[in-house]
């Protein structure tokens, strides 16, 4: 099976950046990643994904700069376990707005299939991919949690990266 087209030169953004974030397969990597599910193994378990299939994502999206490696040593030797860039930080609204959108337009399969973007700032669920529409405030990595009702009760606060806290790039909401 030939692999799809590069976009990456293309001149529209929209192709340019699908070309990174159109995988469905490396959006969920990503969705493990912001959960704070960046080990190898446990992506593997949690996404059902070939050992191939997963290794292809994860090192494509390293080579784009969204994911990079952190030792950690799990008791007999040094491992590898992936983090969020801060451009892999910055694609939050994107994952935020595809989880929107479906919540909005299609059909759950269960009572328990649904997964909700939370300002932790206020505790408002949003209907926004960027900014709290309980408060006004940006949603950023370390304001954002998600409610996926099949994995825990209780909203998860999202993983980020060791760097300073992130700005919106015009400045404070309105």
Same mark, same amino acid.
């Given at each position: 099976?030939?692999?799809?087209?590069?976009?990456?030169?293309?001149?529209?953004?929209?192709?340019?950046?699908?070309?990174?974030?159109?995988?469905?397969?490396?959006?969920?990597?990503?969705?493990?990643?912001?959960?704070?599910?960046?080990?190898?193994?446990?992506?593997?378990?949690?996404?059902?994904?070939?050992?191939?299939?997963?290794? *292809?994502? !994860?090192?494509?999206?390293? #080579?784009?700069?969204?994911?990079?490696?952190?030792?950690?040593?799990? %008791?007999? @030797? /040094?491992?590898?376990?992936?983090?969020?860039?801060?451009?892999?930080?910055?694609?939050?609204?994107?994952?935020?707005?595809?989880?929107?959108?479906?919540? *909005?337009? !299609?059909?759950?399969?269960? #009572?328990?299939?649904?997964?909700?973007?939370?300002?932790?700032?206020? %505790?408002? @669920? /949003?209907?926004?991919?960027?900014?709290?529409?309980?408060?006004?405030?940006?949603?950023?990595?370390?304001?954002?949690?998600?409610?996926?009702?099949?994995?825990?009760?209780?909203?998860?606060?999202?993983?980020?990266?060791?760097?300073?806290?992130?700005?919106?790039?015009? %400045?404070?909401?309105?």
């Amino acid at each position: 099976m030939p692999l799809r087209s590069d976009w990456s030169q293309r001149t529209c953004s929209l192709a340019r950046g699908l070309d990174v974030l159109g995988d469905p397969w490396g959006m969920l990597v990503l969705r493990e990643v912001f959960f704070g599910n960046g080990r190898f193994d446990a992506m593997k378990s949690r996404l059902g994904a070939a050992d191939s299939v997963l290794s *292809k994502r !994860l090192q494509d999206l390293v #080579d784009a700069g969204l994911l990079t490696r952190r030792p950690y040593d799990d %008791g007999g @030797r /040094t491992r590898q376990e992936y983090v969020l860039t801060e451009k892999g930080e910055d694609a939050l609204p994107v994952l935020n707005a595809v989880a929107i959108w479906s919540e *909005k337009h !299609l059909p759950a399969p269960s #009572d328990q299939a649904h997964m909700y973007v939370i300002h932790t700032g206020c %505790g408002a @669920r /949003t209907a926004s991919a960027d900014t709290c529409t309980g408060c006004g405030e940006w949603l950023t990595v370390r304001n954002t949690s998600w409610h996926s009702l099949v994995r825990t009760p209780e909203p998860v606060p999202l993983a980020a990266t060791s760097a300073a806290p992130a700005t919106h790039p015009n %400045g404070p909401a309105a």
